[in-house]
């Protein structure tokens, strides 16, 4: 008789064979990891005075806007047709629209505060001859008349009688002088007769005029009249000035007195 290990009677299931996987595994990898590579987190906690990672790129400008600026073109073209100054201020909104939406203009811009200033600086200049001029003929005792407020015994500076006249420098009949007005008269009131017959009319009435100032220091003496040459100016002033140059040298005394 053998003597027999009794079975444990409560006998523990076998294991089940592991099911075979979804998905084939994956082949090796041929080269190994980097050192120190892992698995980095997203969105991890940032250290205090840091800023979480990004895009360090610049941003993006915008877009330039298409065509030249309004402002600019007509600062320009006020420039030389209005003024300078208006033009200007057209220049200067138009620098600061195109910083603000980037745009074409800005050199029309600039080449508007340059003639601007260019014309600010010729307006001046003239103002200052203008005013020097004034100063120095009140020094010299010269006034400059219009010509239809002349009157018999002025005495004239110089004078040129080759082209339309309109004021002439009158200065006292001691000083040197080159004319001297002896005679004016006046059209009676009408219509304009025409130029033909306000010449005819002065001729006679300057030279009849001139007749008690007739010595041999004067008998070479010119003549000339200013008279109304339309009926714009007959409007204004019916009468003619009859006026006696001397050619050559100066007078210092008055002829009429």
Known sequence: MHNQVPSDPIQQPATPAAAPPPFPPAPPQPFPPAPGAGPQPFGGPVAPGQYPPGWSGDPFAPAPKEGTNGWAIAGLLTTFLVSGLVGAVFAVIALRKIKRQPQRGRGLAIATLIIAGLQVLFIA???????????????????????????AGDCIRDFDGSSAIYDLPTVACTDPHQAEIYHVYTFPEGSYPGTAQVEAESDKRCGAAFEPYLTPQTENMDIYYLYPRDAREWRQDRSISCIVVAPSGTLTAPLTK
Do not use: F, Y
Request: glycine share 8%; hydrophobic share 55%; charged share 35%.
């Open 125 to 151: 200049a003239i103002i200052g001859v203008l005013v020097v001029d004034e100063r120095r003929d009140a020094a010299a005792g010269i006034d400059d008349v219009v010509v239809t407020e002349l009157k």
